[in-house]
């Protein structure tokens, strides 16, 4: 069965530097996401990627983020100078070629990577 | 602003039993609405969904049901095995949002054998 793959699934960096997050969508699919779950809070959008361009993001996803795609299979999100409150699990996921909501598509996730800034 | 609240941060159920978790949402623009499983230290697994112009979506044990005019959605886990345990996301999406999912803070299902 297809899925959506994260790596590193653990990731450990000092405060004020930078970090890249990787993330395999599933193939065919053309709808990108970023989230990110706080411990012991809810999983929060980030941000929406869609046909090379971000379709929609949150007043979370400031200046220090950035999404990419460098070559038509991965997805990453770049955190440019971490901060403690970064620390957080970051889950990828991505939806087929309609998109959440039409034609009954669901976004797959993946297994998330846990971000620790010390 | 949680435009989608799961009032219940935890549900203790017998096996066998019915579970039932609850989701309310504020947003009339959403039109589709799914519910996901999350184990510990794993991502969100889609369960099943609903769209907005249904009242009523099952696949095997769980039920899905849908009152827009209260603006209400719940989840029925019939019978309940001791494997549910985990936290039940609901989310949401609207037409016209690039298809963002906005989750509401999840109830911790616990299936007691």
């Known amino acids: 069965e297809p899925e959506v793959t994260q790596t590193p699934s653990h990731q450990v960096t000092q405060m004020g530097q930078e970090v890249i997050l990787r993330c395999v969508p599933i193939?065919?699919?053309?709808?990108f996401y970023w989230y990110r779950q706080i411990l012991g809070q809810k999983v929060e959008f980030l941000v929406s990627?869609?046909?090379?361009?971000?379709?929609?993001k949150s007043e979370i996803f400031d200046d220090q983020f950035s999404v990419e795609r460098p070559d038509g299979s991965n997805f990453t999100l770049k955190i440019r100078s971490t901060k403690l409150e970064d620390s957080a699990m970051y889950f990828c996921?991505?939806?087929?070629?309609?998109?959440?909501?039409?034609?009954?598509?669901?976004?797959?996730f993946g297994q998330g990577t846990r971000l620790t800034v010390v | 602003d949680q435009q989608v609240k799961q009032n219940s941060p935890s549900l203790s159920v017998q096996e066998g039993r019915i579970s039932i978790l609850n989701c309310d949402y504020t947003?009339?623009?959403?039109?589709?609405f799914l519910w996901y499983k999350k184990y510990p230290a794993e991502g969100p697994t889609f369960l099943i969904s609903?769209?907005?112009?249904?009242d009523k979506n099952e696949d095997g044990r769980f039920t899905v049901f849908l009152n827009k005019s209260a603006k209400h959605l719940s989840l029925h886990i019939v019978p309940s095995q001791p494997g549910d345990s985990a936290v039940y996301f609901c989310?949401?999406?609207?037409?016209?949002?690039?298809?963002?999912?906005?989750f509401g803070s999840g109830t911790q299902l616990t299936v007691l054998p």
């Open positions: 947003n009339s623009m959403f039109d589709y």
């Open positions: 996921a991505s939806s087929g070629t309609s998109g959440v909501g039409t034609k009954n598509t669901e976004a797959f």
């Open positions: 609903i769209s907005s112009i249904k």
């Open positions: 990627f869609y046909n090379n361009e971000i379709s929609e």
């Open positions: 989310a949401a999406s609207a037409e016209g949002s690039a298809r963002q999912l906005t």
């Open positions: 193939s065919n699919h053309l709808y």
